[in-house]
C-alpha cells in the first residue's frame, strides 16, 4: 500500500480486550481507527463516542471501510467474523486462539491464502519484549516450565483454560525449542466452569527439551513466569512485570545477575507490528500458520483433559 498514507483500522468486538485495540488505533500515528463492529449497544456506543469513530452495522460495511481489522469477538465466533473480513480483502489480527477447531483454522487460512491478505494471530507474549530478550538467550533449551494465574472472571469460559490461557505457553514453547513435538500428557479439573478450570501439560520435543506448562484460571493471584534451563545457565523471568535474572555458573560458584528488558505495552507492540506487516506485506511472527499449530497443541491436551472426566 501507499506508504504516505493512513491504514485504516476497524475492530470486530469492543469488549473487555477489543476496546483496547480501538484505543491503541487511535493512538497511533500511521493509522486511522475508522470504526467497529458491535452487537452491544453500550459497548458499541462507548468506544465510538470515547475515539469519534463510527459504529458499523454489519461485518461487509466494516471490511468495505478499512484495510485492516482486529478481530477480538469471542473464540467461537472467530471464523463466522473472519471469513467475511477476508472476503471484503482486510487484513485480520485475530485474537488467540485463532478458532475452536483445525477445521475452522483451515478455513480462514484458505481464504487469506486465496485472498492474498495477512493473519495475525495474537500470541501477544511473542511481542512482549521479555519474549524478545529470551528469543536472544535461549539457546537449545533443556527444560522450560512455564506458570500462568488469573482469577476467575465469567468471560472467556466458551474455552476453558487450556485454549484461554495456556495457549500463551504452548506457543512460547513451541517457538523457543524450535523442533517438533513428539508426546503430550496432561491433566486438568474443572472447577467454576463446564470446562477445565485448572490444567497441566508436559510437552516433551525431538531434541529431548521437556516443556511442563501449569495454568489455572480460579487463582487469587495473577502471574505470567517461565524459567529455562539450558547448558548455560537458567533464565528466570516475568512476563507480567517485564523483568528477571540469569543465573550462571562461575568457577564453583553460581552467579545472579538481573536481566536487561526494555519494558512496553505488549498489545501496542503487537499492534505496532501488526501494521508493519500490512504496510510492507510482511508474513507476521504469529502468522495463521503458527496460530493453527498452537491450536492443534492446545486442542490434544483439552482432549486428553477431557478424556478423563
Known amino acids: 500500500m501507499n506508504e504516505t498514507e493512513n491504514i485504516k483500522c476497524g475492530v470486530a468486538g469492543v469488549g473487555y480486550l477489543g476496546q483496547h485495540h480501538a484505543r491503541i488505533y487511535s493512538e497511533l500515528e500511521d493509522c486511522d481507527l475508522v470504526g467497529v463492529f458491535e452487537p452491544d449497544d453500550e459497548a458499541a456506543n462507548k468506544v465510538c463516542k470515547l475515539h469519534g469513530c463510527t459504529r458499523f452495522q454489519t461485518l461487509a460495511e466494516l471490511g468495505n471501510a478499512c484495510d485492516a481489522v482486529s478481530v477480538v469477538s469471542p473464540t467461537d465466533k472467530h471464523v463466522e467474523v473472519a471469513v467475511p473480513l477476508i472476503q471484503h480483502n482486510c487484513h485480520l489480527l485475530i485474537e488467540k486462539p485463532i ?35 529470551l528469543e536472544d538467550a535461549v539457546d537449545n533449551p533443556k527444560y522450560l516450565t ?145 496460530g493453527k499449530s498452537a491450536l492443534e497443541v492446545a486442542l490434544e491436551i483439552s482432549n486428553q483433559i477431557q478424556a478423563n472426566w
Do not use: W
Open 99 to 133: 478458532c475452536i477447531s483445525s477445521e475452522e483454522a483451515e478455513l480462514i487460512l484458505k481464504n487469506a491464502q486465496k485472498a492474498k491478505t495477512i493473519v495475525q494471530v495474537g500470541h501477544i507474549e511473542h511481542y512482549n519484549p521479555v519474549m524478545t530478550f
Open 146 to 290: 512455564v506458570e500462568r494465574l488469573a482469577p476467575f472472571q465469567p468471560r472467556g469460559t466458551e474455552v476453558g483454560v487450556v485454549l484461554d490461557l495456556m495457549i500463551h505457553d504452548i506457543g512460547i514453547a513451541l517457538a523457543l525449542v524450535g523442533t517438533p513435538l513428539v508426546k503430550v500428557d496432561s491433566i486438568g479439573v474443572r472447577v467454576l466452569s463446564a470446562t477445565e478450570d485448572i490444567a497441566n501439560a508436559r510437552l516433551v520435543f525431538e531434541n529431548g527439551c521437556v516443556a511442563n506448562l501449569s495454568a489455572s484460571r480460579v487463582s487469587e493471584k495473577k502471574a505470567r513466569e517461565i524459567r529455562v534451563f539450558q547448558d548455560s545457565g537458567y533464565l528466570s523471568l516475568d512476563f507480567m512485570n517485564q523483568c528477571g535474572h540469569l543465573i550462571q555458573k562461575n568457577e564453583q560458584a553460581l552467579k545472579k545477575s538481573e536481566v536487561p528488558v526494555e519494558k512496553g505495552e505488549p498489545l501496542a507492540l503487537e499492534l505496532q507490528s501488526f501494521l508493519g506487516c500490512v504496510r510492507d506485506s510482511r508474513t507476521p511472527k504469529t502468522d495463521g500458520s503458527f
